[in-house]
């Protein structure tokens, strides 16, 4: 099978696919290529209410395909800043679950992910300085932004690899999972997702990345949404709520 980005969707959760195997899932210029049209078709897909990005067997994604640098190094990375920004701006939670290696433009990917599970044993490394290469200014921010000035720096600047106990510490990762138990607490916690609130989950998701212009149209979604009501409702009556807002589909 040639390299690409499989995906499915079911029971309201887009899983995507980083498929690679002959080269540790590393991404591709046609992959990065394909991931934002991927994404905005997702997006725009009412029985998805949540997204999980993961790789092939036993690596989540080893990096870019370095033999993509060869050609244009400036233009590789554009391709992989344009895959990071639109899985940073869907607009419903997404969650990384990473098993093995999660280096280089794998790691871009996961950060820009709402959240991180990982299996125990996985490696974490921010490789651009092994290549002399300049790590995009959105992607050390996001970094930044996760673990601190200090372990970006540490990552950065040393191109080491981390394990998952010091990536959970420093906040790299959400939660650390022994040997496989990933997929079924990914599961467990992809139906949570599904069943909560996406008005409160959009909402909250503009606000913690820092928008701040959008005050009035949440606050305007939230009254005419029936969601407040909805929960306040099936929480009185002892019920699971029916949430019915969706995020507006474009076009």
């Keep these: 099978m040639e390299p690409q980005l499989l995906h499915r969707v ?23 290529r394909a991931l934002p049209a991927l994404l905005d078709a997702l997006a725009g897909d009412r029985a998805v209410r949540a997204l999980v990005l993961t790789g092939e067997g036993a690596t989540f994604c080893a990096g870019a395909d370095i033999s993509t640098l060869r050609e244009s190094a400036e233009e590789a990375q554009g391709l992989a800043v344009r895959a990071e920004e639109a899985l940073a701006a869907f607009p419903k939670p997404t969650l990384a679950a990473i098993r093995g290696h999660c280096v280089g433009g794998g790691a871009q990917l996961a950060t820009a992910c709402d959240l991180r599970f990982a299996e125990e044993g996985s490696l974490f490394g921010v490789t651009p300085a092994k290549l002399g290469v300049v790590y995009p200014a959105s992607a050390t921010r996001r970094l930044v932004s996760l673990v601190g000035p200090a372990t970006a720096k540490y990552l950065l600047f040393s191109g080491e690899l981390i ?6 510490r420093t906040g790299l990762v959400d939660e650390v999972l022994p040997e496989g138990e990933l997929g079924k607490r990914v599961a467990e916690f992809a139906r949570v997702l599904v069943s909560r609130s996406q008005l409160t989950q959009s909402a909250a998701k503009e606000f913690a990345n820092g928008r701040t212009d959008r005050d009035a149209y949440w606050s305007a979604q939230a009254r005419g949404s029936g969601d407040t009501a909805e929960g306040v409702a099936a929480f009185l009556e002892r019920r699971q709520p029916r949430f019915t807002w969706s995020v507006p589909t474009s076009g």
């Design 163 to 168: 394990d998952a106990g010091r990536a959970l």
């Design 10 to 32: 079911a029971d309201s959760v887009a899983t995507v696919v980083v498929h690679h195997p002959a080269k540790r899932n590393a991404m591709t210029a046609a992959m990065w």
